[in-house]
């Protein structure tokens, strides 16, 4: 599987953007997608994931701010940021999990990065 991401860019505080990922997977709509985010010198963190069936969580600080989508017909899934504020700098990851037997053991393909920088 290989995941793509684009959208990233340079926005003023307050601004937005649009994440979006395609994934080469054929097996796309039954995996759950994800966006991770890791800032210089900070571990990775998850920011929005969203199941197969359609459920969505979010990180604390996005809640109410970022929404996580996804187009199975189009294998992609995306990342709308609204009010963006400058600790939302990061490198935006996408991620596919596949769950591969009932104990719940999965597998995770990672998407290369898209730089998203918030200036003040």
């Known amino acids: 599987v290989q995941l793509q991401a684009s959208g990233g860019g340079l926005v003023q505080a307050g601004g937005s953007l649009r994440l979006s990922c395609v994934s080469s997977g054929r097996r796309f709509s039954g995996d759950d997608m994800a966006w991770y985010r890791q800032a210089s010198g900070k571990q990775r963190e998850l920011v929005a994931r969203?199941?197969?069936?359609?459920?969505?969580n979010y990180a604390d600080s996005v809640k109410a701010r970022f929404s996580i989508s996804r187009d199975n017909a189009k294998n992609t899934v995306s990342l709308q940021m609204l009010s963006l504020k400058p600790e939302d700098t990061a490198v935006y990851y996408c991620?596919?999990?596949?769950?591969?037997?009932?104990?719940?053991?999965?597998?995770?393909?990672w998407g290369q990065g898209t730089q998203v920088t918030v200036s003040s």
């Open positions: 969203i199941t197969s069936s359609g459920r969505t």
């Open positions: 991620n596919e999990r596949r769950i591969v037997n009932v104990e719940g053991a999965s597998i995770d393909y």
